[in-house]
């Protein structure tokens, strides 16, 4: 390897998203940070305060830099226009000697950059983007190409689930390795374990994006058949698609006689504060819509965290009646399936 050291061990992450919404990136960074690699992201806000006011812990070489989020609209084409001309100024002032690109839309100018600065690229893909119409969807479809031609010049692809990186292979036969990783907590978040200990109170966790698939009212209806000494503790933050979720579930819990049994933490900015708080719990929910078409809930086992973040601290998992999910949580005794 040739150049001075600054520019080999220099490494951008781009995604337009927060990429503090997605531990993966906190980890890889903190690896790599801890190896002597200088870091630098390169990503946007979120919608609502609580995804917005996710973040990462300082560290003294990773710098974190976002544009402000902005809504759906003509005036996000132009913003979207901002940020990879940003991203663009950004490679060429500072010469990372890698891309680690972690969304469809930075797919575009990730492809982008390989043209005009010759960086080496890393293409990891959280959520697999669903097929888009022909009559519908341009730009997506754009950004559909762009990713076909990234993964093929990427040094790797990475997908967090097995089934994603067999149909990431499929529709995609031109990329080169393409690695299945879990999204895991690092040993870093391993805390000493202790047990839970509330007065004889049983708690149940949540933590994650608030959306009736992955915390139905369901929940609140088999709590109420349970002792009163079993209650839910919900750690997470609202979404675009569901902006009245916590009103909608405490007005349901408020029905059923269950408020004086619900915890309602909120968003926490720090994945070591949604820990902290996981810790005097005694089981998470980590649930999945049985029937669903959506291709990312029809492959979550390894890809979402919540299960490993429940089990690094020391709680049993509730799980959905799912062959991939029964065969890694529930065959190896870590927990229990249900129908939610």
């Not at 890889?28 to 806000?45: D, E, T």
């Not at 500072?94 to 690109?101: D, F, I, N, S």
């Not at 093929?152 to 692809?157: D, G, L, P």
């Given at each position: 390897?040739?150049?001075?050291?600054?520019?080999?061990?220099?490494?951008?992450?781009?995604?337009?998203?927060?990429?503090?919404?997605?531990?993966?990136?906190?980890?890889?960074?903190?690896?790599?940070?801890?190896?002597?690699?200088?870091?630098?992201?390169?990503?946007?806000?979120?919608?609502?305060?609580?995804?917005?006011?996710?973040c990462f812990p300082?560290?003294?070489?990773?710098?974190?830099?976002?544009?402000?989020?902005?809504?759906?609209?003509?005036?996000?084409?132009?913003?979207?226009?901002?940020?990879?001309?940003?991203?663009?100024?950004?490679?060429?002032?500072?010469?990372?000697?890698?891309?680690?690109?972690?969304?469809?839309?930075?797919?575009?100018?990730?492809?982008?950059?390989?043209?005009?600065?010759?960086?080496?690229?890393?293409?990891?893909?959280?959520?697999?983007?669903?097929?888009?119409?022909?009559?519908?969807?341009?730009?997506?479809?754009?950004?559909?190409?762009?990713?076909?031609?990234?993964?093929?010049?990427?040094?790797?692809?990475?997908?967090?689930?097995?089934?994603?990186?067999?149909?990431?292979?499929?529709?995609?036969?031109?990329?080169?390795?393409?690695?299945?990783?879990?999204?895991?907590?690092?040993?870093?978040?391993?805390?000493?374990?202790?047990?839970?200990?509330?007065?004889?109170?049983?708690?149940?966790?949540?933590?994650?994006?608030?959306?009736?698939?992955?915390?139905?009212?369901?929940?609140?209806?088999?709590?109420?058949?349970?002792?009163?000494?079993?209650?839910?503790?919900?750690?997470?933050?609202?979404?675009?698609?569901?902006?009245?979720?916590?009103?909608?579930?405490?007005?349901?819990?408020?029905?059923?006689?269950?408020?004086?049994?619900?915890?309602?933490?909120?968003?926490?900015?720090?994945?070591?504060?949604?820990l902290e708080y996981?810790?005097?719990?005694?089981?998470?929910?980590?649930?999945?819509?049985?029937?669903?078409?959506?291709?990312?809930?029809?492959?979550?086992?390894?890809?979402?965290?919540?299960?490993?973040?429940?089990?690094?601290?020391?709680?049993?998992?509730l799980v959905s009646?799912?062959?991939?999910?029964?065969?890694?949580?529930?065959?190896?005794?870590?927990?229990?399936?249900?129908?939610?």
């Amino acid at each position: 390897m040739t150049g001075p050291p600054s520019a080999r061990m220099k490494i951008l992450y781009l995604q337009y998203l927060n990429p503090a919404c997605y531990p993966p990136l906190e980890h890889s960074s903190r690896i790599l940070a801890a190896s002597g690699w200088q870091v630098m992201f390169l990503g946007i806000g979120a919608w609502g305060a609580g995804a917005d006011g996710f973040c990462f812990p300082r560290h003294a070489t990773i710098r974190i830099k976002r544009l402000a989020y902005c809504r759906p609209g003509w005036l996000q084409k132009l913003h979207y226009a901002a940020f990879c001309i940003w991203a663009c100024g950004w490679v060429i002032a500072w010469r990372p000697k890698w891309v680690y690109a972690s969304d469809l839309l930075a797919c575009p100018v990730a492809l982008l950059l390989t043209w005009i600065s010759g960086v080496r690229l890393l293409y990891h893909e959280h959520d697999s983007p669903e097929h888009i119409p022909e009559r519908d969807g341009r730009f997506q479809r754009l950004a559909l190409w762009t990713r076909s031609k990234l993964a093929a010049r990427a040094e790797f692809c990475i997908l967090p689930s097995r089934r994603r990186a067999e149909d990431f292979r499929a529709e995609i036969p031109g990329a080169r390795q393409v690695l299945c990783v879990w999204n895991c907590p690092s040993r870093e978040e391993l805390p000493a374990l202790r047990g839970a200990s509330n007065g004889g109170e049983f708690w149940v966790l949540y933590h994650g994006s608030l959306v009736p698939a992955r915390l139905p009212q369901t929940v609140l209806h088999a709590m109420r058949e349970l002792p009163p000494q079993i209650k839910l503790r919900v750690i997470g933050y609202e979404t675009v698609g569901s902006p009245t979720f916590l009103r909608d579930f405490t007005a349901a819990a408020s029905e059923l006689g269950l408020l004086n049994r619900l915890d309602i933490v909120g968003a926490l900015p720090l994945r070591s504060q949604i820990l902290e708080y996981s810790h005097d719990c005694h089981v998470g929910l980590s649930l999945m819509p049985t029937c669903s078409r959506d291709r990312n809930e029809q492959a979550m086992s390894g890809a979402s965290n919540k299960a490993f973040d429940y089990l690094v601290c020391g709680l049993a998992v509730l799980v959905s009646n799912l062959p991939d999910w029964r065969s890694m949580f529930v065959e190896p005794g870590y927990g229990l399936h249900c129908v939610p």
